[in-house]
């Protein structure tokens, strides 16, 4: 301790404690005001929320597919879908739920409006930038609501060549749509990775970050490098349609499995491009609702980054019975069983910080609980298809359907809304009801097992996905899973009917309603434009709990200000501190 | 848990079923275990320590070596545990007996053909003998589909540009169901054939008699029968009813429009050139995505054909 301290170089800083005003009378929503401040603004809260309602429509519209989808499953034979259009509706549903919400969502929609505040930030690094990948995200949707209005896609999300070469409907429209994605995604990891580096306010060093920050960067490390593999891929596979270049298709004399391999080196990092930003909301909500320091902080930091690299390995997890080589499969096999330990390390820390705190059950609490279950589900029948002669059998079975929705909607969008409830209040200055969130929680996670368990059983008795039509034997868990899924659209309208009454009629919220030691509940709720009237000053780490309040709103003093009583406290100027 | 997994499982037919069951049951069973030990002890913890008032004191427990020594090593023994055992058993399915017998599998838009050693072509429908292994060697006509038998426990890919393999060998007489397990467009869930697992003597005798394609038979009857085995009804319906390709029922003799606004009389020439060239000339309003049947119908099986769709009024 004494030695590290000892290479530590530190700073006097005069500061004073700022409280969060606890009725500001201007904010973010109101300082600027019009569509065209909205839709020219650069403050990171307001491109937040721009961004919260086109993933919420894109949500929506994903949602609305699902349910056609389950009531054309209702029985074994056609019910009112032809066989092309159901082709068409699944590829839709899987192609927007995971380009336009599942890897956008968190870190647009969460990462954008709190990781300033988080780092005690004005901004991100390039707020333009940050503009300009929300239109291109918002180009990127176009070309691929112009795709589907113009013929369709019936390829599924994956794209696989040489179908996708060859089939008809508006597939280079689509393709491009996702492309030009990409970009958007590229540029907010930039935008994140240089303002975490950049901005943080003095005293916040890297033992001092909160862990939604070591969640976003990992993420960040992967949509940058993960994601221009996808853009390239993407382009090869309009030069073939388009050109009549030979890459995939065999018939022009390329290879359908080399497709396969690109896909997969963006798409399975890109699944960790979707959780890993909700475990970073997972260990801020625990540690807020257990009053208690997080525990295994470098841990759960490390791990986050370990994920990030060791989900570039393991790609050919997807392709067990595509024909590659046995070597690559044990090789993939065992990288695919790595990447379960650091998450399983997450998840034990995450139950550990709850022993001996004061847990107050509030609803990201609840969907706190709801995730680390649903997700250990969704990991468990990991290890399942991970495993080389059992995902023989399960391959492309229900079965892998279900693993990929308990991890995506269990794990993830529970982390989602769990963070939505979190940051409401602080984006707001509003409560929502309680009552009403808990009523929704609950029949969410009974919608959700119950669309998704009897896919697990039929998966494992050989039951495809993909299939139009289905083997009668089939039925019992096809209707099963069909009311479950309209459980659980009616749990997300109870969401959405109730957080829009909230803005109009809810409770105010106080700048820190949670009674959180983390920065961003140190300011005004909603924040002021700027963030901060002051610029922070970090001496503590975000989850010390047992330090009083007063040393988690200290700021640099003005020097015109003299009303307060200063104090002056070291601040380490080095970001090699150890905790 | 033992009755609940043997009921996620379709019923096991073939020598390595059992093994990869084994493991789906360890993995299950372990998995139950840690899903509930972690669940109820996150519970037991959200009542034991709930709050109780906001000035609560909580302790400063940042973290523990040997705890988290103890929950990273615990899984890693695990997992490689569940490593090993799939990987062995998988080398085991990949690597089938040299004594195995041949069957030529060809996975083409919508339909499997199974080519025996004797010349014997059957469609949708693959003859194997019980307690043999037996070898497919398996290649695409299009595009990528996969071939998959629950009850063997067994899947593999079907690639148009290389050969693919797979082996297993049933144990019980009877029959199970093949699935396309690759998505390959619109008929895609109708890409099932059966396995029929004979004993060895019927298996010789159905490669015998089943060759000879009821040649005896009166045309109609013949053409009735080639169509069902070739799975024409997949996408063609003899009921009138719009399938992926237009019906059989009142076609003969009609005029048949094409996508260019020309059209074509529904004769012998036309059935003709549509199984053996079925996207020279295509029906308004249907897909060019028919595969040929050159090289699997001779001459006489398709005049029978022709019989049997100018019964079809």
Known sequence: MATSEASTTYKKIQVRRYKPEENPEKNYLNEEKGLWAWLTTVDHKKIGLMYLASIAFFFLVGGILALILRTELWTPARSFLDADLYNQVFTLHGAIMVFFFLVPSVPTVLGNFVLPLQLGAKDVAFPRLNLASFYIYLIGALFTLTAILTGGVDTGWTFYTPYSATTGGNVIMMTLGVFILGFSSILTGVNFIVTIHKLRSPGMTWAKLPLNLWALYATSIIQILATPVLAITLLLLTMERALGIGIFDPALGGDPVLYQHFFWFYSHPAVYIMIVPGFGIISEVVSTFSKKIIFGYWAIALSSLAIAFIGFLVWGHHMFTAGQSSLANLVFSFLTFMVGIPTGIKIFNWVATMYKGSIDMKTPMVYVMIFLFLFMIGGFTGIMVGALSVDIHLHDTYYVVAHFHYVMVGGMVMAFLGGIHYWWPKMFGKMYSELWAKIAAGILFIGFNMTFLPQFIMGSQGMPRRYFNYLEQFQPFHQTSTVGAYLMGTGFLIVAIYLTYSLFKGKKAGPNPWGSRALEWQTASPPPLHNFEHIPVIINGPYDYHKPMSEFQLGVASKHNGHHAEETVDVPESAQEKA | ?313
Request: glycine share 6%.
């Open chain 2, 1 to 313: 848990m033992n009755r609940l997994i043997e009921y996620m499982l379709p019923p096991a037919k073939s020598t390595l079923a059992g093994e990869t069951d084994a493991l789906f049951a360890f993995i299950n069973i372990s998995s139950f275990i840690f899903i509930i030990g972690i669940t109820l002890t996150m519970l037991y913890f959200a009542w034991r320590y709930r709050r109780k008032s906001d000035d609560d004191v909580t302790p400063v427990i940042s973290h523990n070596n040997i705890l988290e020594i103890t929950w990273s090593v615990i899984p890693l023994i695990l997992v490689i545990i569940v490593f090993s055992w799939g990987y062995s058993t998988y080398m085991k399915k990949i690597s089938p007996p040299s004594d195995a017998y041949e069957v030529r599998v060809v996975g083409k838009s919508w339909l499997w053909e199974f080519h025996y050693d004797n010349g014997n072509v059957s469609v949708n429908e693959l003859h194997v003998p019980e307690n043999r292994p037996v070898k497919l060697i398996m290649s695409s006509d299009d595009v990528i589909h996969s071939f998959y038998v629950p009850d063997f426990r067994v899947k593999m890919d079907v690639l148009p540009n290389r050969y693919t393999s797979v082996w297993f060998e049933a144990t019980e007489q009877g029959e199970s169901t093949v699935y396309c397990t690759e998505y390959c467009g619109t008929a895609h869930s109708n890409m099932l054939a059966t396995v029929h697992v004979h004993s060895q003597e019927d298996f010789e005798d159905w490669l015998e008699t089943s060759g000879g394609s009821g040649e005896d038979l009166p045309p109609v009857e013949r053409g009735e029968m080639l169509v069902q085995q070739n799975a024409c009804m997949t996408c063609h319906s003899t009921d009138g009813s719009r399938l992926t390709g237009p019906t059989f029922q009142g076609a003969w003799g009609s005029d048949v429009p094409l996508e260019n606004g020309e059209t074509v009389q529904f004769d012998e020439n036309y059935v003709r050139e549509s199984i053996l060239e079925p996207n020279a000339k295509v029906h308004q309003g249907f897909q060019p995505v028919m595969p040929s049947y050159a090289g699997t119908l001779d001459d006489r099986q398709i005049d029978a054909i022709i019989e049997y769709i100018k019964t079809l009024q």
